[in-house]
């Protein structure tokens, strides 16, 4: 898919990996992190260095790479700690680290994590999971990289919980929280990178055009070459700054206050944490297994 559509970059997450792994055609990398895992285990579990390595190698691509730490989504020393480890891994593998973003859980020891990781390691980041008006704020204001804004998955909890199936592109609930993120960004003159992301039909992708970077699945990727329509930006520099949106400043207090009082927001980061984790899981447990058919000799 990246040969065919030569996109920018690329990102991954614990279930597309999970996917893959389970895929004949990728059984070697499988194995080659299995054996990677057991020399660098020693004494110790091997499986750490096994699951490292599969991420990172399912990572490597000719695009950037993004990675995920879901787990350790609540403690802020321990995503900081991974992160640095998985920019060395990916300097054994040859990988610069200015070709890497580290993706994050948008909660609040997330985005503090994601803070000094830019400030003081140079280790750019993608703050994913986010779902909030507070989440993006903050994130700015603590100078990350890029931010992914769930734009499909916001739509799936409004279409769940409310009266209304179907919308407009133009008032998805997910393009709209992507537009009040971009023109708040813009108006203020925040660094951070918006991307739109978890796309559901290609009318969202439409209705973001303009917005910084877009990330989306080869199948819509295919659907839109199909189609021979200009488009006109929806999203622009110049009217993000007459908006009439005003700056606010969030402690950690105000920032889960706000955040808490979005019940979408809410249920959709913890819902999109637990479900990464289980896959996570899943995947460490098909490679333990493999370790130990290896190990018995099967």
């Known amino acids: 898919a990246i040969e065919e559509y030569k996109p920018l970059d690329a ?18 990398l499988v194995d080659d992190a299995v054996a990677y895992g057991k020399k660098l285990g020693g004494c110790s579990s091997p499986l750490p260095g096994a699951w490292r390595r599969l991420r990172g190698t399912f990572s490597l691509s000719p695009a950037p790479c993004r990675e995920v730490a879901v787990r350790l989504s609540f ?3 321990a995503m900081i700690q991974r992160a640095r480890r998985l920019i060395d891994l990916y300097k054994e593998a040859g990988i610069s680290k200015d070709r890497i973003l580290i993706k994050l859980s948008s909660t609040w020891e997330g985005i503090q994590a994601g803070k000094v990781l830019e400030a003081e390691h140079g280790i750019h980041c993608n703050m994913t999971l986010l779902f909030s008006f507070a989440q993006a704020v903050a994130c700015a204001e603590a100078g990350v990289t890029l931010i992914s804004p769930f734009v499909g998955r916001i739509l799936d909890w409004y279409v769940a919980n409310g009266d209304k199936k179907s919308y407009e592109p133009s008032e998805d609930p997910g393009v709209k929280s992507v537009t009040k ?16 992301a978890s796309f559901r039909n290609t009318g969202q992708i439409k209705a973001l055009t303009g917005c ?23 999203l622009s520099v110049k009217e993000a700054q007459a908006c009439d949106l005003e700056k606010i400043q969030l402690d950690e207090a105000a920032f889960r206050w706000q955040h808490n009082q979005d019940q979408m927001a809410v249920e959709k980061l913890s819902d999109g944490i637990r479900k990464f984790a289980a896959d996570a899981v899943k995947l460490e447990r098909m490679l333990k297994e493999r370790m130990f058919s290896a190990e018995n000799g099967k």
Do not use: C, R, W
Request: no cysteine; hydrophobic share 35%.
């Open 212 to 234: 910084d970077y877009l990330t989306i699945s080869p199948k819509l990727l295919a659907e839109l070459s199909k189609e021979h329509v200009k488009l006109t930006p929806t």
């Open 11 to 28: 990102t991954t997450n614990p279930s597309l990996i999970l996917a893959a792994a389970q895929m004949p055609v990728y059984q070697q």
């Open 181 to 196: 993120i971009y023109n708040y960004y813009k108006k203020f003159g925040y660094k951070t990178i918006v991307m739109g």
């Open 75 to 77: 403690d802020k020393e």
